[in-house]
């Protein structure tokens, strides 16, 4: 390994992405000689894939750096080992949350594993672009991947429609993409988002701020802000739950970083029309998400409108448009990815072969069923809520604390608004769990021992960032500068 | 070990609750004995603060601190002064009767009902000793999570109702709080008490932080007209949420107003101070009246904890107009002193009386005041004590419902005369309400075979209000000891209230 690495020195930084393009072939051809006789071969095969990229990111990847490689297209930055790794985690989590599920439902094939990879190769591009190239095919290498994991079930009606829907209004919200950065490319005559902020350090073009409209409405169809949300709940109802647990956390990371590079880098000398255009969003965000969650009868679509809301907190981190601002809508995506990773392998392992624990009824009674799964649930509902000691809590506090910085006190009424509405109906979870009684020929949950001990720590973690959440809080305040 | 003896008594519950839940149903009598060691241990431990707390001083003692999170500058710091000790003790002292008085009545998922009460006793304390806003705030909601679960699996049948609205009412109060807490953490970049406190801040900040904090603290307290969840959570409440309720999570809300609202942002307290005392005084008449029409006895007597509270409040906030009639501070300390007395008299009895509900209810299964009649026939020694509780509950001289009202009430006169009169109308509604009660459910011939087959207490019974008994006494008689404690600190809050912060 070291006398390969040694003859392409220039090639190092890259390492994540180019190990997993490797595994990627290796983990497709696996498939297809071997896979196809051992189902679930494949699997552990990818976990293993998984845990040695990020073996080799941490061994290799430059976590101190910035460095701008490959002709301007590509960067890696403390950040971008921060995501990266984090990335690993997550996709290797949620995999392992999900095989079971894909073995009931006979979609354990080992496609789904490939797609899950280039899935987070895009996520790697994403959050590495330095270029409108770059960002164009991290994005399209992402969605395409994912649309396609949404339809996995082809026996699913429901499955393929809402894969339907989500490529259709992606295919717009790409075009749109392209649309706005097409203008920004002919205004200032580059791709690299380094030239892109040094050329646009005032507003007023009219130019500029019809490109900039273009892509702030292409990101808030990524990350489901509101107006732009309406593919998100359908998605997840739809999708295999496997499949939503993907959607609804990896992919989030990606979105973050797409903001991050694109508006709050690229675009830093307009700044000021961007979080003009991204605070109405907020808002919108925050109550449709927030308020339309309360009716829901289907926990996966309660959980799809949750995720808009909690979507309203990490824009409101870019509506304060500082450093400080950044680095808490990271901290916020981080946190909820960790908690969302763990509220929906409940789900998971709450259904059984033909049978999908999707319906908030089916959790009635959960305590008495399997007072473990109750519990991680009630953990991670109370840290979605924000309360404390749960992790939840502090991704709050840390936006409030932007926004406070930045003197925006009506939207910190929003927030703090909103996130009560919110802890109505993520008590009502709670509720069903331990005060209701079981309803009657529910199925038992499922007890494999390796995803029931991570999931435990998955609520474990949420409860020990929250307890002691400097380290976490200081890691996202040093890789935003 | 005294330089941890905070965190002791914080942790310790904790911790006892979670080995407790662990032990399961299945080990209940371990639990069980694991949890009464534990509260009687932390209470044991508690006692040493009231031996070793110098008199002398308004300062923090006890303290400890330890960087919690460097980059915000938030502190693991704790540490009591004379407004938050007695209420540290009176903490570790309720939780041991709700253990005591559920020992073999709460039968379905016991263990975690004791593991509840331990894990709220060390939140409890957390919130009464921390000395850092944002570790403050940490305990202030952590607590939320285990009161809602008591209410909601161990409460009556409209358990989930009452619940998920004490949640929620309670939520909505902290988190503007919370706001507040860090937008004076920007200005200031520190989340400590003492920082906040010496905080220039303009009246308008002030007026808004104001705002914040009573929106918190009047939902906790309750006052009018965001009390409606009490009735509710209590009537619905298991015995022992009943007692913690009112005899500590009530107390949060006067301590959140000395702690942080008169000191925090005294020029708005003065700018705004009839607002509290408007609404004090609505609580103690209006909400008096509500509690005499009551059926239902964990009703009345939540009402009547409404009315209690009401003079918390009134004594904290009559301050300005002392100061602006007789321009002295004086008789300001006295409404303090007895807004505090107040508070620690209203545990002890409000948790007394839900006690005595809570051995009736466990024989009779109702709490419906028509349902009785007679009881002191066949239970002499309960009507004993339930007499006792409900004429200190009505302020009786001699009892520490006395002292507290009778402190307040002549602080109120040098306020206003009128503040006075109307506050001591309580005298008659408190005595109305209290002993109509009494005459209904104890006394008159014995009004059905329900009653008629009643068995007087039990020693564990016995033992529980018996100490809580001695207690209430102690305090009417002799309430000097307690007032030593709190002086230095009175003294100093009522020269923080009445100062002004408005940079110049």
């Known amino acids: 390994m070291h006398t390969l690495l040694h003859l392409m020195p220039g090639m190092i930084p890259a390492i994540p992405e180019i190990f997993l393009g490797f595994a990627i072939c290796l983990v497709l051809l696996f498939e297809v000689f071997v896979g196809v006789k051992r189902p679930g071969a494949t699997g552990t095969l990818t976990l293993l894939v998984l845990v040695a990229g990020a073996a080799l990111t941490a061994r290799y990847a430059d976590a101190a750096h910035t460095m701008v490689l490959f002709n301007g297209m590509y960067v890696t930055d403390p950040l971008a080992f921060v995501l990266k790794l984090a990335g690993f985690l997550v996709v290797a989590v949620a995999l392992l949350y999900s095989r079971m599920y894909l073995e009931n439902r006979d979609i354990l094939r080992g496609e789904y594993y490939v797609l899950a990879l280039t899935a987070l190769l895009g996520i790697f591009v994403l959050i590495s672009a330095n270029s409108l190239l770059t960002v164009y095919i991290g994005v399209e290498l992402l969605a395409l991947s994912v649309y396609a994991m949404v339809a996995f079930d082809r026996e699913s009606g429901v499955a393929a429609e809402a894969a339907m829907k989500y490529f259709v209004l992606g295919a717009i919200a790409s075009g749109t993409l392209l649309y706005g950065m097409s203008i920004i490319y002919g205004l200032t005559g580059s791709l690299d988002l380094g030239v892109i902020a040094t050329k646009l350090t005032a507003s007023g073009s009219l130019g500029v701020i019809l490109g900039v409209t273009f892509i702030v409405v292409a990101v808030a169809f990524k990350l489901g802000a509101v107006p732009f949300h309406m593919w998100l709940p359908d998605v997840y109802e739809g999708a295999p739950t496997s499949v939503t647990l993907f959607v609804g956390t990896a ?40 308020v339309v969650a309360i009716v829901q009868s289907n926990l996966k679509r309660m ?9 309203g907190f990490i824009v409101l981190g870019f509506v304060a448009g500082t450093p400080s601002g950044y680095s808490a809508a990271l901290y916020y995506t981080l946190v909820y990815v960790l908690v969302a990773l763990g509220a929906f392998g409940v789900i998971l392992l709450a259904s059984r072969k033909g049978f999908e624990a999707d319906k908030l009824d089916h959790y009635k009674g959960l305590y008495q069923r399997d007072p473990l799964l109750a519990l991680v649930m009630l953990m991670l509902m109370f840290s979605l809520a924000g309360v404390p000691p749960f992790v939840g809590f502090w991704a709050k506090l840390r936006i409030i604390q932007a926004l406070w910085e930045t003197h925006h006190l009506g939207l910190v009424v929003v927030a703090v608004l909103t996130s009560v509405v919110g802890a109505f109906y993520y008590l009502r979870v709670v509720k069903l769990m331990y005060f209701d009684a079981p309803s009657e020929n529910l199925p038992a949950t499922l007890r494999p021992l390796g995803p029931r001990f991570v999931i435990g720590l998955n609520a474990a973690a949420a409860l020990v960032l929250g307890i002691l959440p400097s380290p976490l809080l200081d890691l996202c305040s040093r890789v935003i500068h | 070990m005294q330089a941890h003896l905070l965190s002791i008594l914080i942790w310790l519950p904790i911790a006892a609750g979670i080995v407790v839940l662990l032990l399961g149903d299945r080990r209940i009598a371990a639990a069980r004995w694991l949890a009464l060691l534990a509260s009687l241990a932390t209470l044991v431990l508690s006692l040493p603060l009231l031996a070793d707390f110098n008199t002398q001083t308004a300062a923090y003692q006890f303290v400890e601190k330890a960087p919690w999170i460097p980059r915000f500058h938030a502190f693991y710091a704790l540490g009591v002064d004379g407004i938050s000790l007695p209420l540290v003790v009176l903490t570790a002292l309720m939780t041991i009767p709700v253990i005591i008085a559920a020992w073999t009545v709460v039968t379905s998922r016991a263990a975690q009902y004791f593991a509840a009460f331990l894990i709220m006793e060390g939140l409890m304390i957390g919130v009464f000793s921390a000395t850092d806003a944002l570790l403050f705030y940490f305990f202030w909601e952590a607590m939320l999570i285990p009161m809602f679960l008591i209410i909601g699996i161990w409460g009556g049948p409209r358990r989930v109702y009452a619940t998920v609205k004490f949640f929620l009412y309670t939520f909505l109060g902290s988190v503007f709080m919370l706001a507040a807490l860090i937008y004076m953490y920007v200005k200031a970049g520190s989340y400590s008490i003492a920082a906040f406190q010496a905080l220039p801040l303009t009246l308008v900040e002030q007026r808004w932080i104001f705002a914040a904090f009573l929106l918190a603290f009047a939902v906790k307290v309750p006052m009018w007209p965001v009390h409606t969840w009490l009735p509710d959570a209590h009537v619905e409440a298991p015995t022992g949420g009943s007692v913690i309720l009112a005899a500590i999570m009530l107390k949060m809300g006067g301590y959140g107003f000395l702690r942080f609202s008169l000191p925090v942002t005294p020029d708005a307290c003065r700018e705004l101070n009839l607002l509290v005392i408007t609404l004090s005084l609505i609580a103690v008449i209006y909400i008096g009246l509500v509690a005499i029409v009551q059926t239902d006895m964990k009703k009345l007597i939540a009402y009547s904890s409404i009315a209690h509270m009401g003079f918390v409040t009134l004594g904290a906030f009559v301050v300005y107009e002392i100061v602006r009639n007789t321009a002295h501070v004086q008789g300001a300390a006295m409404g303090m002193d007895g807004a505090m007395v107040q508070m620690i008299s209203h545990g002890l009895i409000s948790g007394a009386l839900f006690l005595c509900v809570g051995v009736l209810y466990d024989r009779m299964h109702t709490r419906e005041i028509s349902a009785y009649g007679g009881v002191i026939n066949t239970m002499p020694i309960f009507a004993a004590f339930m007499v006792m509780f409900a004429l200190a509950n009505t302020g009786l001289p001699g009892t520490s419902g006395f002292v507290g009202e009778f402190l307040v009430i002549l602080a109120s006169f040098k306020a206003s005369f009128w503040y006075a009169t109307l506050a001591a109308v309580t005298l008659v509604l408190g005595a109305s309400y209290t002993l109509w009660l009494v005459k209904r459910v104890l006394y008159g011939p014995v009004a059905n075979d329900h009653v008629a087959h009643l068995t007087d207490l039990n020693g564990r019974e016995f033992l529980v209000l018996s100490v809580l008994a001695v207690l209430v006494l102690a305090i009417g008689i002799w309430p000097e000891p307690l007032l030593k404690i709190m002086e230095p600190s009175i003294q100093h809050l009522v020269s923080q209230a009445v100062a002004t912060k408005i940079p110049a």
């Open chain 1, 251 to 290: 992919p989030k990371i990606a979105y973050f970083a797409l903001m991050l590079r694109l508006l709050a880098h690229g675009l830093a000398g307009i700044s000021a029309d961007w979080t003009l255009m991204l605070t109405p969003l907020a808002v919108l965000t925050l109550i449709v998400g927030n």
């Open chain 1, 303 to 311: 959980l799809a409108y949750s995720t808009i809301g909690h979507v």
